[in-house]
């Protein structure tokens, strides 16, 4: 069975950090690209950030430029997200998704985790 279960999002204050994962089973994440979206209230979702499956660079949204960091762990089929500096206005639900390329449509990526909730505020 395909699942992709995102975990460690949690409340935190301005300036402070926190990391979200993604573990996937049913499929090898290495393989694939894998996406972070993210989706705050009354807002439609966004990208945040890209790794594909041939390694490379990865891509980030300018909005988190410099403050978030994305990973894998083929050995433990995960990737992670690093968030530093969080601003209030990262508040949203961090979701992790599958495609075959790294793509700005969400539409291209075909699995979707349930989500983290990540909240900050003071």
């Known amino acids: 069975q395909l699942r992709l279960v995102e975990s460690g999002g949690g409340s935190v204050q301005p300036g402070g950090s926190l990391r979200v994962s993604c573990a996937a089973s049913?499929?090898?994440?290495?393989?694939?690209?894998i996406g972070w979206f993210r989706q705050a209230p009354g807002k439609e979702r966004e990208g945040v950030s890209c790794?594909?499956?041939?390694?490379?660079?990865?891509k980030y949204a300018d909005s988190v430029k410099g403050r978030f960091t994305m990973s894998r762990d083929n050995t433990k089929n995960t990737v992670y997200l690093q968030m530093n500096s969080l601003k209030a206005e990262d508040t949203a639900v961090y979701y992790c998704?599958?495609?075959?390329?790294?793509?700005?449509?969400?539409?291209?990526?075909?699995?979707w985790g349930r989500g983290t909730q990540v909240t900050v505020s003071s």
């Open positions: 049913g499929f090898k994440l290495e393989y694939y690209a």
């Open positions: 998704a599958r495609a075959d390329y790294c793509s700005d449509s969400s539409d291209d990526y075909d699995f």
């Open positions: 790794s594909g499956n041939a390694g490379g660079r990865i």
